[in-house]
């Protein structure tokens, strides 16, 4: 295993490719996203025309990350480096995106961390990358506009908190029945994207040394 040591950018790159989640909450109240204005009369779950690049800050544990426009951001970690945190993260949500539609899922939303490597100048992609706890996972065949939409991400677990009354609380212990539903959708999240069992991977049989699986 190779380990560099990088100076973490204090920003989440969030790039959205559709209305929802706190981007949906806040065009209702103010019709912007992250402060930024977007043409008025969407609807939840509506693709945009162009993804938009929604940073946030990044917060110390235990606190909340805070949705700011692009141009703080750019302030935070200033231009030359903001510009091509956006870059990247926009470049890697597209390609993304279009490979798992490919495979019967839509990317809605995702976030990135990016380090810098003080050494060489590099700014570097870091921590977990396009999965289903720091992205949404739709089902492409079940996609409607105007309504939440079925997915394979951790809103399901978002949507039994709330309805149970325990969004926000320290301590909370699922049930059961909410840790095996939720591993069920991460898997075939996982088998979708990859056409690789889930089983055989974590059985280290076939799956060893998985490899993004080529269109047929």
């Known amino acids: 295993m190779q380990v560099r040591k990088l100076q973490i950018f204090p920003i989440e790159a969030i790039v959205r490719g559709y209305l929802t989640g706190s981007a949906w909450k806040e065009y209702q109240r103010q019709g912007?996203?992250?402060?930024?204005?977007?043409?008025?009369g969407m609807h939840e779950s509506q693709a945009f025309a162009e993804p938009l690049y929604t940073p946030s800050?990044?917060?110390?544990?235990?606190?909340?990350?805070?949705?700011?426009?692009?141009?703080q951001a750019l302030r935070l970690v200033g231009e030359k480096h903001g510009r091509k945190i956006e870059r990247l993260a926009l470049d890697i949500y597209?390609?993304?995106r279009d490979y798992a539609l490919?495979?019967?899922?839509?990317?809605?939303?995702?976030?990135?961390?990016?380090g810098l490597d003080v050494a060489t100048n590099e700014v570097v992609l870091v921590d977990e990358v396009l999965t289903p706890d720091s992205s949404r996972f739709w089902v492409a065949s079940a996609y409607e506009v105007g309504r939440p939409q079925e997915s394979f991400d951790k809103q399901y677990v978002r949507d039994w908190l709330?309805?149970?009354g325990l969004q926000g609380q320290p301590g909370v212990e699922l049930p059961e029945a909410?840790?095996?539903?939720t591993g069920q959708k991460y898997r075939e999240a996982f088998e979708r994207l990859t056409g690789t069992s889930a089983a055989a991977v974590l059985e280290g049989g076939e799956g060893e040394g998985v490899r993004i699986a080529p269109l047929s």
């Open 94 to 96: 597209r390609f993304a």
């Open 162 to 164: 709330v309805a149970s």
């Open 178 to 181: 909410v840790v095996q539903m």
């Open 102 to 114: 490919a495979r019967g899922i839509i990317l809605a939303d995702t976030k990135f961390e990016f």
């Open 32 to 40: 912007t996203v992250h402060g930024i204005c977007v043409p008025g």
């Open 57 to 71: 800050t990044k917060a110390d544990a235990g606190k909340n990350d805070e949705n700011i426009h692009p141009d």
